[in-house]
């Protein structure tokens, strides 16, 4: 795989994203968790790596609902994520289809999202220093840089010293399975995944490169930012050793 592999992703999930990550595993605490980090309203919203609308399309309709919305940005790589995405946007997300490595997003922003462990997905660390200056440099007063990462932690003990593992784990729907066969050789960790929908089944394969939240802190100090707190969700639950993600956030001060 090359460093560029994320951008083969959407071609390969597009299909059986919505089914593999239902849009009802975005919670409503999450929703309500990630729109108290607006620190003025309405506001400027931004995802990266936002996929079929996910986070975006509930937090959107969250937020416009309380008129608590002024524009909402959502970038992906993927044309096929973001046909799907637009086949559920009722007119109040921005989509764009863009590299978000080299994407230059609108100025003032009050919030901006790099969520799903999109980040990771970026293997050359250059390329995901660039992806957090430019989120920083266009973050309003006040605003502030929510990133999710596989907690790197969780995922070593996962493979409990071994380089192998396989998960499976069936769906609430008729015959449905998703069995993965995972191989970290670190810092990379390469997932690839069968998902069974009763007599089909789709290959689909991931590479990520294992993200410390103190790089992410490093890259984002160095832009002036300075960090509220990292948690085990987007929930704002605490981070804890089993938790599977770990999710910092950060802010522009409002002198600055």
Not at 24 to 51: F, Y
Not at 170 to 193: A, C, I, K, M, T
Request: aromatic content about 6%; overall charge negative; charged content about 20%.
């Amino acid at each position: 795989m090359t460093d560029k592999a994320y951008a083969t992703y959407g071609t390969q999930f597009a299909g059986i994203y919505d089914d593999l990550f239902p849009q009802n595993t975005i919670t409503s605490s999450d929703i309500a968790w990630l729109a108290s980090h607006l620190s003025r309203t309405p506001g400027r919203i931004v995802e990266l790596g936002a996929g079929t609308g996910r986070v975006a399309i509930p937090l959107a309709e969250h937020l416009a609902d309380t008129d608590a919305l002024e524009r909402f940005h959502a970038v992906d790589i993927s044309p096929d994520m973001i046909a799907h995405l637009d086949e559920r946007n009722t007119g109040r997300i921005i989509s764009v289809v863009a590299d978000i490595t080299t994407w230059t997003p609108p100025a003032e922003n009050d919030l901006i999202l790099c969520v799903c462990a999109t980040l990771p997905m970026i293997l050359d660390p250059d390329e995901q220093r660039a992806t957090i200056d430019a989120a920083a440099r266009s973050l309003a007063p006040g605003g502030r840089l929510i990133i999710e990462v596989h907690h790197d932690a969780f995922v070593r003990n996962l493979h409990n010293q071994t380089p192998d593992a396989v998960i499976a784990v069936p769906y609430p729907g008729h015959r449905q399975v998703l069995v993965s066969f995972l191989h970290l050789e670190d810092p990379h960790w390469d997932v690839e995944h069968r998902w069974i929908d009763d007599t089909e089944m789709t290959i689909a394969a991931e590479r990520s490169r294992l993200t410390a939240v103190d790089e992410l802190t490093a890259w984002s100090t160095n832009n002036g930012l300075h960090r509220v707190g990292v948690y085990g969700s987007l929930s704002g639950t605490p981070l804890e050793p089993t938790s599977p993600v770990a999710v910092a956030v950060f802010e522009r001060p409002t002198d600055s």
